[in-house]
């Protein structure tokens, strides 16, 4: 049984982008369908996949950006703060839609609760009580020349009436700040990655996951993600070892509108 919605539970998806599918060679690297972990797939060898020429583009998409965004959140990799959970490693390409030609220097940023289910800076929505500073599991990083974002957190948590999710906006000409956050620019996508069914299962009978007792929206229930799977932002997972504790990594390549 699903709790009751929330106030999340209002995001709907808005308007369409386009988010590369590799194909060919490069598909286990850049596919974006969600997968069961191959044996044969590392973390490094997602890394260091740069999109080929063996791409098409089809259109996926864009979501709201939800009632927990934060303007002027930290420019960094790792946005993680110590929170407790298995360890998530996003290999994020964006490129332009009409050329599919990565698009370097965009920044790419994520927020998303904590495996009990608190966003910062909204702490005790969820029903539990913890440190607040207003940035923990938030920020953003610049791509580089390969259009390659490489963020470090956890896998999210879940809370009433959401399954589990991180949004993700992508901005160009952005200004970094003395204080290391970001101005200006141009956002040129909204939206949410979602995560194998299967995985998050397993995820949640592991600790700190097993300790959030809330009921637990599936991807099927959700009301934002549609079962349309790569172009409704489903990851493709990668695992990091042989247990769930031991995290895994999430990739996707998105399509942005540069016009």
């Given at each position: 049984m699903t709790d009751s919605p929330s106030k999340d539970m209002s995001e709907a998806p808005l308007g369409r982008r386009t988010v590369l599918i590799a194909t060919g060679a490069t598909a286990a690297a850049l596919a974006v369908g969600a997968a069961v972990p191959a044996a044969s797939a590392t973390a490094t060898d997602v890394a260091d996949a740069v999109p080929a020429a063996a791409a098409v583009c089809t259109l996926t998409k864009e979501m709201t950006e939800g009632p927990y965004y934060l303007d002027g959140q930290l420019v960094r990799a790792d946005v993680t703060e110590g929170k407790a959970g298995a360890p998530l490693k996003l290999v994020l390409t964006v490129v332009d839609d009409s050329t599919c030609a990565a698009i370097s220097n965009a920044l790419v940023e994520i927020w998303h609760c904590d495996a009990l289910g608190e966003y910062s800076g909204f702490v005790g929505n969820n029903g539990h009580s913890e440190a607040d500073d207003g940035t923990f599991l938030r920020g953003g990083v610049l791509t580089n020349a390969s259009g390659v974002a490489n963020l470090t957190t956890i896998y999210p948590g879940w809370y009433r009436g959401r399954c589990v999710h991180i949004h993700v906006k992508v901005h160009?000409?952005?200004?970094?700040?003395?204080?290391?956050?970001?101005?200006?620019?141009?956002?040129?996508?909204?939206?949410?990655?979602?995560?194998?069914?299967?995985?998050?299962?397993?995820?949640?009978?592991?600790?700190?996951?097993?300790?959030?007792?809330?009921?637990?929206?599936?991807?099927?229930?959700?009301?934002?993600?549609?079962?349309?799977?790569?172009?409704?932002?489903?990851?493709?997972?990668?695992?990091?070892?042989?247990?769930?504790?031991?995290?895994?990594?999430?990739?996707?390549?998105?399509?942005?509108?540069?016009?």
């Open positions: 160009t000409g952005v200004t970094l700040t003395s204080d290391g956050s970001f101005t200006g620019g141009q956002e040129l996508h909204t939206g949410q990655l979602f995560f194998n069914e299967t995985i998050t299962v397993a995820m949640a009978k592991v600790s700190p996951y097993s300790t959030n007792k809330v009921t637990r929206t599936t991807l099927a229930q959700d009301s934002v993600y549609d079962d349309g799977g790569a172009p409704s932002g489903l990851l493709t997972l990668t695992a990091l070892g042989s247990t769930t504790s031991a995290g895994y990594t999430g990739t996707l390549t998105l399509g942005v509108v540069t016009s």
